[in-house]
């Protein structure tokens, strides 16, 4: 299979980032956890700076691409911004993020934290997406992409470099899906290595979903809990291609089974999980996806930017 990253491409981009990451713990757990009678390995990359797994695709940017006075631009439901803050700031780089009115106070204040310029305006990711392109035709500020392109994904990819090394053996994988890039990153790594890579959706926002089944990229509507995390309309071509022919399928969950996942993780594990971090292990829990008898299943768990309070309620 010959996908446009390759394995070569993601250990040289790991050798890359790797000052400037966190290389995140895995648990490998027994078989009962969870419900399911195999092995389950959790990733835990909500512990990568700024909460999210995507300060690696941000580095990886900013270090291959040339950055001009203008500094950085990106449009984000939160968490892309934040991890696009924290890069620019560690490396001396002005930052301006776009967000969404729907993006979550918390992420908004992280951003304002880690000290880019924020710019508030539209209802949904499109609209800030639109709003960030005008701003760097105008001042012609480096862009950086939340999921579609070559450098985003090949820092995404990182993630499973090292969950191949650290819990090795695995069967299937299971990642949450909003654009696309960390899937994306993760097939490329596991392409015909025999792990099969499982997206997770909320029904409610199924940009992959709806585009696999379409058979090429599709607009979508989108209304979910996770909505600011995983809240893209639009996979993109260079996902979507990737996704075509490195991920098994894509499980649809409901909020339901994410927001019993929020609750399993912090009553059992005390982990605050935000929805978009936590709908992995809604498809395991709630059997969107039926993992065989004794199939070691890894989950990703990718965001702890939750806010408190929504958490205090669901709890």
């Not at 989108?222 to 894509?250: K, M, P, Q, W, Y």
């Not at 649809?252 to 005390?270: F, G, N, P, S």
Request: aromatic share 6%; with cysteine; hydrophobic share 45%.
């Amino acid at each position: 299979m010959t996908l446009p990253i390759s394995r070569d491409d993601i250990r040289a981009t790991y050798e890359r980032i790797r000052p400037h990451i966190r290389r995140t713990p895995v648990w490998n757990l027994p078989p009962g956890t969870f419900g399911h009678d195999g092995p389950v390995s959790l990733k835990l990359e909500f512990l990568q700076h700024a909460g999210t797994f995507k300060p690696r695709g941000a580095f990886n940017t900013l270090l291959t691409q040339p950055v001009p006075k203008a500094g950085v631009a990106a449009a984000s439901g939160g968490n892309h911004g934040a991890a696009v803050a924290y890069a620019a700031r560690q490396l001396g780089v002005p930052a301006r993020i776009f967000v969404p009115e729907i993006s979550s106070p918390a992420k908004v204040e992280i951003i304002r934290r880690l000290g880019a310029e924020i710019v508030i305006g539209g209802q949904r990711y499109a609209d800030a997406l639109s709003a960030c392109t005008r701003h760097v035709s105008e001042t012609g500020a480096l862009s950086i992409h939340a999921y579609d392109s070559m450098p985003t994904i090949q820092g995404q990819g990182t993630v499973a470099l090292e969950w191949e090394e650290d819990g090795p053996g695995l069967d299937t994988v299971l990642v949450a899906v909003g654009g696309g890039g960390l899937i994306s990153g993760i097939s490329s790594w596991w392409a015909g290595r025999g792990v099969k890579v499982v997206g997770v959706e909320p029904e409610g926002s199924r940009a992959l979903h709806a585009s696999l089944e379409a058979g090429r990229p599709v607009d979508v509507t989108v209304e979910s809990i996770a909505a600011d995390s995983l809240g893209a309309r639009n996979t993109g071509e260079l996902v979507f291609s990737i996704a075509r022919a490195a991920v098994d399928h894509v499980a649809l969950v409901k909020d339901a089974a994410i927001r019993e996942a929020q609750r399993t993780l912090w009553r059992d594990w005390r982990i605050a999980s935000e929805p978009g971090g936590a709908a992995a292990l809604g498809a395991l829990l709630s059997q969107a996806y039926r993992p065989k008898p004794g199939e070691r299943v890894g989950v990703l768990l990718c965001g702890a930017n939750v806010e408190l309070s929504k958490l205090a309620e669901l709890l």
